[in-house]
């Protein structure tokens, strides 16, 4: 069984400052990793995704994430928040060895304030 | 149009009509994918087609009917839905190879707001 766990149900940040957005994930296979952010009324859109390689990953609107297989963690980062980068984040697994079904976490509500 | 669109965006009906999502990807992708997104609650895989063939059913209610004629369509028939099947549906789409084991992305639509009355 996969699972994912995002432990903050709302991330609050002045704009400028660094954020964090937190997952950690459970799979019994390699780790195929991804973050989505949702917009009001939106579906979700891809931001960047972790297969292989380094562990460090950059992604759309300067957002990137480390995998740290030790922490079994894929935490979200950017530099220097913007206040339109406020919305809702998601973190995702697959088991690279099974299939293609991605397991979500519930979600972490960005708040970017000026 | 470019994407995975899906249609309609808002859906209301009653526990007795009979309704269905349609969505649409043109990204030339091999699998596509129903979540439902209900508030306060996970997003949850409904079901998923690879080359048109159902591979997954993730233990879904059988008042929820999908229907993929080709790699490019997917229907999802509703009747005789519940008050807490209200929710977005959201649409994803990949490709991903004959095994499942590919690493594509899932791309996903903008969904349908369904309220059941």
């Known amino acids: 069984a996969q699972s994912v766990a995002q432990p903050e149900d709302q991330v609050n940040v002045a704009e400028g400052n660094p954020l964090t957005v937190k997952c950690t994930y459970s799979v019994s296979g390699n780790p195929y990793l991804f973050w989505y952010v949702q917009y009001p009324n939106r579906g979700l859109q891809f931001l960047l995704k972790?297969?292989?390689?380094?562990?460090l990953v950059k992604g759309s609107y300067g957002f990137e994430a480390e995998f740290n297989k030790s922490q079994t963690s894929f935490h979200l980062k950017k530099p220097s928040a913007l206040v339109s980068d406020s919305a809702l984040y998601f973190c995702a697994v697959r088991d690279g060895n099974a299939g293609n079904m991605l397991t979500f976490g519930g979600g972490t509500r960005l708040m970017v304030k000026p | 149009e470019t994407g995975v669109t899906q249609t309609p965006r808002h859906l209301v009906m009653g526990m007795t009509n009979k309704k269905s999502l349609k969505c649409e990807q043109h990204?030339?992708?091999?699998?596509m994918y129903w979540y439902k997104q209900s508030a306060k609650k996970p997003l949850e895989l409904m079901f998923v087609?690879?080359?048109?063939?159902?591979?997954e059913n993730n233990s879904v209610p059988s008042r929820f009917s999908p229907e993929c004629p080709n790699s490019s369509h997917l229907f999802l028939h509703l009747h005789t839905l519940q008050p807490e099947d209200s929710a977005l549906y959201l649409c994803?789409?990949?490709?991903?190879?004959?095994?499942?084991?590919?690493?594509?992305?899932?791309?996903f639509g903008p969904g349908t707001r369904l309220t059941v009355l």
């Open positions: 994803a789409s990949s490709q991903d190879s004959v095994s499942g084991l590919g690493t594509d992305t899932q791309y």
């Open positions: 990204l030339g992708h091999n699998a």
């Open positions: 972790y297969i292989t390689g380094d562990n």
């Open positions: 087609y690879n080359f048109k063939e159902q591979t």
